[in-house]
């Protein structure tokens, strides 16, 4: 079955950097990507940044400049390099594997467990 555990979570310091690693396995079919959410208290979960089966990245409006997204698929591995963080970035991050629909959309479909980021002031 599909398996995506993330870690790197922790608290740092507004300003400070955090890289977060997702691995993931298992047979994911119509696979066209992976990404990155996350999920603050109150609010919905949203897409903080993914890429497609072909390496194009795409970013939400407010990490774009601050947050990197790459990927190991040798390894199965989903990364997210955050740097400048701020503490509107203080949220659960889930990796997620994204499938195409029957509508041919893209969307995340497998999510791992989370981790938590905290950002201090």
């Known amino acids: 079955q599909v398996q995506l555990v993330e870690s790197g979570g922790g608290s740092v310091q507004a300003g400070g950097s955090l890289k977060l690693s997702c691995a993931y396995s298992?047979?994911?079919?119509?696979?066209?990507?992976m990404g990155w959410y996350r999920q603050a208290p109150g609010l919905e979960r949203e897409v903080v940044s993914s890429?497609?089966?072909?390496?194009?990245?795409g970013y939400g409006d407010s990490v774009k400049g601050r947050f990197t997204i790459s990927q190991d698929n040798a390894k199965n591995m989903l990364y997210l390099q955050m740097n400048i963080l701020k503490t509107e970035d203080t949220a659960v991050y889930y990796c997620?594997?994204?499938?195409?629909?029957?509508?041919?959309?893209?969307?995340?479909?497998?999510w791992g467990q989370g981790t938590q980021v905290t950002v201090s002031s």
């Open positions: 298992g047979y994911i079919s119509r696979i066209c990507g």
């Open positions: 890429i497609n089966s072909a390496g194009t990245t």
């Open positions: 997620a594997a994204r499938a195409l629909g029957t509508d041919a959309l893209c969307r995340p479909s497998y």
